[in-house]
């Protein structure tokens, strides 16, 4: 399937590793020129890099803080300046730490709402103006399973993607006449190096190895199997694409089952 993506501009948030660099790697796939920031600029240079030379693909690697309101307009000026547009944004950030009500700052709030919220709202309002004027552009959110099951001991995840999702489908109705679509695309637990981290911490709570935790997961999930990151991004490709025009406002989970809900 031509998913029509040849010669489009996708600007890919924390893009360097996990479910961002698999995003990042199908789009290059399908022939999409790429703008990808995230903090840890070595590891950014080496995606940008890799990916380039195993797609053939133009990138450019833009260092960033998605908490950062200027760092978000300097990704989005600089991906305009070396592409002339931006056709694709795909939100992404790292997820706020785990912790029950009482365990967690107003300090940890603020910063996961910069994180998780804001980061995508901003990101948003920089590329939509010029969306809207060239009436195509895509939006596509990865949030969480979360949205539609909470996690437990993942109240700020919990909280802020739902809000997040609340915005998106929202913002979906505005642009739609427009040809702009936006969509959330919803993780479960993928073998990613955060969810690594994440078995890591809370094995270590619980005094059992890592291993031992992630079997506690896969038992959750009826595939009996976390996913792979390029599962979640074959579809993130598609919802982004030519062929998806008609699809926006919606929350798609990739999770093997796991949400036990109708809808």
């Known amino acids: 399937m031509d998913l029509g993506l040849k010669d489009k501009v996708a600007l890919v948030a924390a893009g360097s590793r996990g479910l961002g660099r698999a995003v ?32 053939n693909a133009h990138v450019l690697a833009v260092p960033a803080d998605v908490t950062v309101t200027d760092d978000i307009e300097r990704v989005v ?31 940890q709030w603020e910063r996961a709402i910069r994180l998780t919220l804001l980061s995508a709202v901003e990101l948003a309002r920089h590329v939509l103006p010029g969306m809207r004027e060239r009436r195509w552009g895509r939006i596509l959110n990865i949030t969480s399973i979360a949205v539609k099951q909470p996690v437990e001991n993942l109240l700020l995840s919990n909280s802020l993607r739902a809000g997040l999702t609340g915005f998106a489908r929202t913002l979906a109705n ?74 926006t406002g919606t929350s798609i989970q990739v999770d093997g089952g796991w949400i036990k809900s109708l809808l």
Request: charged share 25%.
């Open 174 to 247: 505005e642009v739609a006449a427009e040809g702009v679509t936006v969509n959330n695309i919803m993780p479960g637990y993928t073998r990613t190096e955060r969810l690594e981290e994440l078995a890591q911490m809370m094995a270590e709570k619980q005094g059992i190895s890592a291993t031992e935790f992630r079997g506690k997961w896969e038992k959750e999930i009826p595939m009996g199997r976390l996913g792979e990151p390029r599962e979640f991004a074959a579809l993130a490709a598609f919802l982004v694409s030519e062929r998806a025009s008609y699809i």
């Open 77 to 107: 000026e600089s991906g305009i300046e070396r592409f002339g547009r931006i056709d694709i944004l795909v939100t992404n950030a790292g997820g706020p730490p785990a912790g029950r009500f009482d365990q967690l700052t107003r300090e």
């Open 24 to 55: 990042a790697e199908e789009l290059a796939a399908e022939g999409a020129s790429l703008v990808l920031c995230a903090r840890e600029v070595q590891t950014l240079s080496e995606t940008a890099a890799a990916i380039a030379e195993n797609y």
